[in-house]
């Protein structure tokens, strides 16, 4: 099966510091990348959709200049929490979509989350 | 009104047993729905798709799913300790490009 990585899986850092994180598609090319954010007994929330070679889509409510997405090739895609303070602490996971999945399944591939922990 | 609501639970079904969860979404408009299992402190994983009106089976779950009501749901027969974990419904629009977008999730609890 399709299997996306991302590293590192935790990750604790100061107040103010910036860290970044990086999910990978293993075994198949990524098209679009998804970028979400959990709380404690929360839903995912979508926070970004990345496609190769172009500029991240934000949700509303999302600030593009704090959560950074860089979606270099098709198989890597970054976000860097800019300036991280407490409230940023939460379980960050990305997913990927391959190129040419069938439809209407476009089955998306969950990698095994960033927990963030910001002091 | 949210988009994608479910029961927060947590739902308690005996080992054996057949746990039964349900799903509404608002927009009339989505084709593809979802069935995610998440355990505590790891990722989603996919265990049921359904497109289709009616049933789709997989070993021991059932999804079914009912356009006009806007409802879909989940069956998972057998119940086993392992069960345990939250389900998160989600359900995506028409394109292929839509988002899917995540139900709040079901804490499903098997007793032995």
């Known amino acids: 099966g399709a299997v996306v990585s991302q590293h590192p899986s935790r990750v604790i850092c100061k107040s103010g510091t910036s860290v970044k994180i990086e999910c990978r598609s293993l075994?198949?090319?990524?098209?679009?990348m998804f970028w979400y954010r959990q709380f404690p007994k929360q839903s995912l929330m979508l926070m970004a959709t990345?496609?190769?070679?172009?500029?991240?889509?934000?949700e509303q409510g999302v600030e593009k200049d704090k959560f950074l997405i860089n979606h270099a090739s098709l198989t890597l895609s970054t976000l860097t929490v800019t300036s991280a303070h407490p409230e940023d602490s939460s379980f960050y996971i990305c997913?990927?979509?391959?190129?040419?999945?069938?439809?209407?399944?476009?089955?998306?591939?969950f990698g095994p989350g960033t927990r963030l922990t910001v002091l | 009104q949210k988009e994608v609501e479910q029961n927060s639970g947590p739902l308690s079904v005996p080992e054996g047993a057949i746990a039964s969860l349900n799903c509404t979404y608002s927009d009339r408009g989505s084709q593809s729905f979802f069935w995610y299992r998440q355990y505590s402190g790891k990722s989603p994983e996919l265990i049921m798709f359904?497109?289709?009106?009616g049933d789709k089976e997989d070993g021991r779950f059932t999804a079914q799913l009912n356009k006009a009501s806007q409802y879909v749901s989940l069956l998972i027969r057998d119940s086993q300790p392992s069960d345990s974990a939250t389900y998160l419904c989600a359900v995506r629009g028409y394109s292929s490009a839509s988002k899917i977008i995540f139900g709040s999730g079901t804490r499903l609890s098997i007793r032995p």
């Open positions: 075994d198949f090319q990524a098209t679009t």
């Open positions: 990345s496609n190769e070679g172009s500029k991240a889509t934000y």
């Open positions: 997913s990927a979509r391959q190129i040419g999945a069938d439809f209407p399944r476009n089955e998306q591939f």
């Open positions: 359904i497109y289709s009106n």
